[in-house]
């Protein structure tokens, strides 16, 4: 199975870029696909957008279109969610997961980073 | 979008008895595969959410047996056959079959 590395909380102030990684730990890191979820403060799972690393086809959510930019790194088994100006309802957990083709569900999650913007 | 709707939002529940929950998506999750594409994530806690069931009926590997899933098209249920302490959390349910993914609102179980 693969294992999911997420990087650390972040505090930002509003306008401000970022860019977090979910680092993933089998050789086969290209042959899966990788989803980011948010949870804000309180409220439920929101299904943001999923990439493919051998490829980097990439598919959002509308509602995260032109918000954020998922990308990927597949020599570094690595895939990034990055905003260019945050806003504080940004504000949120936000945990990678992995989606074994052809579809098994997200069965591995990353421990999730905190991103705090105020 | 796939609108994924969950009963109850909070569940209590006795220790050793059994729980249910639905789920109703607003589009059919049968794909011509045969596959319904329905998920069951639980949140505890503290946790990342781990996946419960996939396929509307596959257990994901290490979950008890105790869970299990059932339903087609577009009426699901997730059901515990006896509840222990350390199930308690949010459920979610899940469709995989559009872009984008959508997430039931959620269930609350707790003792």
């Known amino acids: 199975e693969v294992q999911l590395v997420q990087s650390g909380a972040e505090v930002k102030k509003p306008g401000e870029s970022l860019k977090i990684s979910c680092k993933g730990s089998k050789y086969n890191f290209r042959s899966l696909w990788i989803g980011w979820v948010r949870q804000r403060p309180g409220k439920g799972l929101e299904w943001m957008g999923i990439i493919y690393p051998g490829d980097s086809d990439t598919k959002y959510n509308p509602a995260f279109q032109g918000q954020v930019t998922i990308s990927a790194d597949k020599s570094i088994s690595t895939a990034y969610l990055q905003w260019n100006s945050l806003k504080a309802s940004d504000t949120a957990m936000y945990y990678c997961?992995?989606?074994?083709?052809?579809?098994?569900?997200?069965?591995?999650w990353g421990q999730g980073t905190l991103v705090t913007v105020s | 979008d796939i609108e994924m709707t969950q009963f109850p939002l909070s569940l209590p529940v006795t220790p050793g008895e059994p729980a249910s929950i639905s789920c109703r998506s607003s589009q059919n999750l049968l794909h011509t595969n045969g596959n319904n594409y329905l998920d069951w994530y639980l949140h505890k806690p503290g946790q990342s959410p781990q996946l419960l069931i996939y396929l509307g009926s596959d257990r994901a590997s290490g979950v008890p047996d105790r869970f299990s899933g059932s339903g087609s098209g577009t009426n699901f249920t997730l059901k515990i056959s006896r509840v222990e302490a350390e199930d308690v959390g949010v459920y979610y349910c899940m469709q995989g079959l559009q872009i984008p993914q959508t997430f039931g609102q959620g269930t609350k179980l707790e003792i």
């Open positions: 997961a992995t989606q074994l083709p052809p579809y098994s569900g997200y069965d591995q």
